[in-house]
């Protein structure tokens, strides 16, 4: 039996819909997000299997208990249907719509941004992933939202099929989150993801990114003893073959925007990878495009914004873009949040 936290293959997943232009169409311009709060701590399981186990954890004041249901605990692979409903939210807010915790979503458009594929047995994952969502039960003092409290709560609240097709295909679904997840929303504790986290096979590559990205932030490295690192991505192999599993890791270089190399004392070294992008066929932005940026987030660098956007086009696979300008804004709108 594989130990939770280091089972999975090798390599990123394919790009399975290669041809939808994230860049335009509406309901996947919203960049990925993640709530701070289950980036930080060991909520999901790393298994592959069944997760039936309690988890508890506590480290610097902040208590988290998970129980799961009798079909197991949520798993990182889960979580997509989290960081979707949180993408769309924090999309709305920053177009200044209104939003609440009940949302209504297609599951084709779910399936496609998360980089899953569309077949049957995928609508039957997607149930089964509402089901461990729901099932799932926290009791936690961690704040959201500038607000501690301590209770227990369902990742999400309740969902609910609204329509079949013929086929007995899942068309839309309506998710109410919990208030926990909402309240991060509305405080936008939030940060953006690679399109390219998606891409991660093994749940341990996923749960790793997370940190680095929550860690990190804009800071060009972050520095982490193993044992540490252990304890917060929630893994219960033994710490041996958790460090065997970070140096291969480190080997494969599959992490999104960041490499990972290992230090003299046990430590984890995570440093932010440059985005260099051929000038050759990128995107050519204008003055007024830089203006409006300006306008959007004031005090920003954004010749900055201007080069992590060209890296994010780049690393999305270059695609041929309609409007620069109005695809680089949308961008920029995202990253308010």
Sequence with gaps: MTPAGTAGGGGRLPDRHPTADFFVCDIFGASPKDDLGSMEHPIFSLSTRPDRRVLRYDHNGTQVEVTPSVKGRATIHDKDVLIYCVSQLMAAMNAGRAIS?????????????????????????????????????????????????????????????????????????TVTLSDWIFRAVLAKSVLTLSREYFRLRKPLERRIYELARKHCGRQPGWTVSVAVLHKKAGSTAPLRVFRAALRRMARDANLPEYDLTEAEG?????????????????????????????????????YALEADWRGWWAESGRKRLGNADAAFLGWVKTRRG
């Design 266 to 302: 046990d430590l984890m070294r995570f440093t932010r990878r440059a985005a260099v992008v051929d000038p050759v066929g990128a995107p050519v932005l204008s003055p007024e495009a830089l203006d409006e940026a300006r306008r959007l987030i004031p005090g920003a660098d954004v």
């Design 101 to 173: 915790r009940t949302l209504q979503l297609t599951a084709h458009d779910l399936l496609v941004a998360t980089n899953r594929d569309t077949s049957g047995d995928a609508y039957t994952r997607l149930k089964e992933a509402f089901e461990r969502l729901a099932g799932t039960r926290i009791t936690t003092n961690l704040a959201t939202g500038g607000v501690e409290t301590t209770r227990g709560f369902g990742l999400i609240e309740s969902w609910e099929i609204v329509r079949r097709s013929r086929g007995g295909r899942m068309i839309s679904v």
